[in-house]
């Protein structure tokens, strides 16, 4: 591929080469008719169409269909390709299949706010603008900056701008000397001279921009924006504070942090002031960095790969309404494909794993109780669930015996997609596990004024939890700390978010599990899994409760849809640690033991032996014998000089045997 590729540039170059005298010399004279040459009419037409991309522009934004011709797929696969691969990363069709561009067709989003409006109808127009601020920015910031007044629902329905969700405009003429203060919406762009900017032509980085098609074509001037790789050009959307409204609906004058996500990285090892050893920002997971460059715009074959390459595929972690989505992409009008959707879930789905790691082990045992331990680790930037308040994710703990029956289970979940044995209103947190009807949930729950649990964004006062996982060198001490606080952790939970000395910071989780035995003394094998779910179903019990078009649709598509929970990682164990030393009066034995010939001989088998089954140090299953006649069994062990645990069951109960080899 790279060698055709080569060929192809050369063989272009000649012909270029003329072209490109007369491009530069009509547009550095200004002749921007001129310009119109360098674009058949066929490709001027697909521009305009945009492939299905929403049309329009107003006095300060386009639709992303105008950026779609030089930066969206390149037929010729020249351009938006990988240098050494030919790998197609066009900016345009990684962003199409996103939540951000689907922002302001999102049905749950839309069934929100129509919730929100319905509870307080006298605050609609400030409601619908609000949330439109971020959901649909090219619309609703427009009609403010000319000074229109509040932007609506109804206008978002007939604005191609706002339809076209958080597109490449809005955020690419943020203006620098804003970003990281200004949050909720409120966002500040440049328009002087219509700048668009990006991460090449630093000075003494890079060579000059090459601006002449977007000033012509589009009406935007490229320009090199440092900010443009800084997390607080997040900020202003991804921290969102809300006025507190009573349940009459008068505003109190207090103010609830929604979400604060750009805090919660503040507060964390990934801040580049504070940490910049360890530095990572928002754009660093979500627009992945590649070190093979790519040509930026197509048509232009004199033109070199750019790199670092940001691949704009803002992988979130919301599986679960992109899968909404792809199923209903017809009927919601969307401008994604099925293959798209699938590769935007793929990534989704790894930046979710990539952010959790969970190890189970089993502290100590006898025939009354299992204890262990289950940790876990938030590798995120931000607290694990971050973001929208719907969003939990928990742990299930399973105890099977050597028959492969349930002993315990706790976090388990239903045909309904809910954590088994949820308590009615929300499961408090727990640093101790004793009972199948407990299970650790990490979630944010809001209260309102009255401190009862609400769903109502406008009516959140407090919070009667938040035991999300925190980011790494969190700590309550730091000056974020009141957006972004913990609620209702015990504080004899010692080891959340501390280290074994106590030190606040490390990003952990250590849940205890006290598991009845019964007087089992057997194999156990001991299972830990997290689930994360974006739409649990108690969530939407609140809004489901009233009616609207919008809240109809998305019941619909809610109940049609898969909710079950993604899990997000996982780990096992089998354990032999408690055994019975009894097991001659079954009338077996094993013998010799030591054993110094490699070869494992079990004798005295009758007809009350169900089975015997040989595992190896790690608890891996080496071999096993079921029911027969033969009083005895040998089995040459495939490891000299090793451990070994001998399972026997018989029908009373269970013995387990351990033997060493010497060879």
């Known amino acids: 591929m790279k060698n055709s590729r080569t060929l192809f540039v050369r063989a272009a170059s000649v012909t270029v080469l003329a072209g490109t005298i007369v491009l530069f010399t009509s547009w550095y004279e200004g002749q921007g008719p001129e310009a119109h040459g360098f674009h058949t009419t066929e490709e001027l037409d697909e521009f305009e169409r945009g492939a299905g991309l929403p049309i329009g522009e107003n006095t300060y934004f386009k639709t992303s269909f105008a950026c779609n011709g030089c930066h969206g797929h390149d037929p010729s696969g020249f351009a938006m390709v990988t240098a050494e691969g030919g790998v197609d990363v066009n900016v345009v069709d990684d962003w199409r299949s996103t939540m951000m561009a689907n922002s302001a067709k999102d049905p749950f989003w839309r069934a929100k706010v129509s919730h929100e409006v319905q509870v307080n109808p006298a605050h609609q127009a400030g409601l619908e603008d609000k949330c439109t601020s971020c959901h649909a920015p090219a619309g609703r910031h427009n009609k403010h900056m000319l000074g229109q007044g509040p932007y609506s629902i109804a206008e978002l329905e007939l604005d191609p701008n706002g339809i076209d969700g958080v597109s490449c405009v809005p955020c690419h003429i943020q203006s620098a000397d804003s970003i990281g203060l200004l949050f909720s919406g409120n966002l500040k762009f440049d328009t002087l001279n219509r700048p668009l900017y990006g991460p090449y032509g630093g000075p003494g980085t890079d060579p000059p921009l090459f601006g002449a098609p977007m000033t012509s074509f ?15 050009l997040c900020a202003g959307c991804h921290t969102l504070v809300t006025e507190t409204a009573d349940l009459n609906g008068n505003l109190t004058g207090g103010v609830f942090f929604e979400q604060a996500t750009y805090h919660e990285w503040l507060n964390s090892k990934f801040n580049t002031d504070e940490h910049p050893t ?111 308040p719907a969003r939990r994710a928990w742990v299930e703990v399973t105890v099977t015996n050597a028959s492969n029956d349930t002993v315990f289970r706790s976090g388990g979940w239903n045909d309904t997609y809910e954590v088994i044995g949820h308590d009615a209103q929300w499961e408090p947190h727990f640093d101790v596990i004793t009972a199948p009807d407990q299970a650790q ?13 609400t769903t109502v964004l406008e009516r959140a006062a407090t919070k009667l939890k938040d035991n999300r996982l925190v980011p790494e060198l969190f700590t309550t ?78 019941r619909t598509l809610y109940n049609e849809a898969d909710n079950s929970p993604f899990l997000v ?36 088998l009758n007809d009350r032996v169900l089975d015997v089954k040989v595992y190896d140090v790690a608890g891996k299953l080496v071999a096993s014998r079921g029911p027969s006649t033969d009083r005895q069994w040998r089995l040459r062990l495939p490891q000299g000089a090793a451990t070994y645990s001998v399972c026997i069951r018989t029908r009373e109960r269970t013995f387990l045997e351990r033997v060493v080899t010497l060879r």
């Open 218 to 232: 589009v009406g935007y001037e490229p320009l090199y924006g440092e900010h443009i790789n800084d997390a607080g």
């Open 278 to 388: 360890d530095a990572i920002t928002c754009q660093g997971c979500h627009v992945p960095r590649i070190d093979d460059g790519a040509v930026l715009s197509a048509n232009y074959l004199f033109l070199t790969p750019r790199s670092p390459f940001g691949l704009h595929q803002f992988a979130g972690a919301n599986t679960f309404m992109l899968e909404l989505l792809k199923n209903n992409r017809l009927e919601l009008g969307l401008f994604a494909n099925e293959v798209q959707f699938d590769s935007t879930i793929s990534r989704t789905e790894r930046m979710l794993r990539s952010g959790l790691l969970v190890e189970a082990q089993m502290i100590s045992r006898d025939a009354d109780t299992a204890f262990i331990d289950v940790q876990l680790d938030n590798l995120a930037g931000h607290k694990f669930p971050s973001g929208y």
């Open 441 to 453: 949930i990490y979630e944010m729950v809001m209260a309102d004024v009255n401190g009862n649990k």
């Open 477 to 554: 001490q730091h000056y974020t700390y009141d957006t972004a606080t913990i609620a209702n952790v015990p504080g004899t939970d010692i080891d959340f978010n501390r280290d074994a000395l106590g030190v606040e910071g490390s990003g952990t989780d250590i849940v205890h599990y006290h598991v009845p035995m019964n007087g089992y003394v057997g194999l156990v094998n001991v299972s830990a899994k997290v689930w994360y779910q974006s739409s649990p179903p108690k969530y939407m019990e609140e809004m489901f409760a009233y009616n609207s078009a919008e809240i109809d649709t998305f």
């Open 569 to 604: 990682q996982e780990d096992s164990f089998n354990d032999l640690s408690v055994g019975l030393d009894d097991l001659a009066e079954s009338g077996v034995r094993i013998a010799p033991n030591p054993i110094l010939d490699g070869m494992l001989t079990v004798l005295g």
